[in-house]
């Protein structure tokens, strides 16, 4: 079992910055790769980034490649979202996720953990 908690959301500036943390509690942080999803009004819940669970491996989507740079740090049981340059239409809720495994990492079914999410507003 995992709890995750997000934080860090605001009201920021195009091209601002804002860094996501997501607080787990639970037992094996460690061992379960963890996702970030973001979900506009009126949209699905999108994938966004991942990261492995040792932190080796990292994917992007591609409207957030170059600007986004997911981390994590297991021995504060924490994970992170540093997003630069910000646009408007990177506008929405943001979750993060966890799950074993890697395999089809972008789909948001795989994942049997999420935060509550937290906002994300960048005016133009």
């Known amino acids: 079992q995992v709890q995750l908690v997000e934080s860090g959301g605001g009201l920021v500036q195009a091209g601002d910055s804002l860094r996501l943390s997501c607080a787990a509690s639970g037992r094996a942080f460690s061992t379960y790769t963890m996702g970030w999803f973001r979900q506009a009004p009126g949209k699905e819940r999108e994938f966004v980034a991942v990261i492995s669970g040792g932190g080796g491996s990292t994917y992007y989507t591609d409207s957030v490649k170059g600007r986004f740079t997911i981390s994590r740090d297991n021995a504060k049981n924490s994970g992170y979202l540093q997003m630069n340059s910000l646009k408007p239409e990177d506008t929405a809720e943001y979750y993060c996720?966890?799950?074993?495994?890697?395999?089809?990492?972008?789909?948001?079914?795989?994942?049997?953990?999420w935060g509550q999410g937290t906002q994300v507003t960048v005016s133009s």
């Open positions: 996720a966890a799950r074993t495994g890697v395999f089809n990492y972008s789909n948001r079914r795989t994942y049997g953990y």
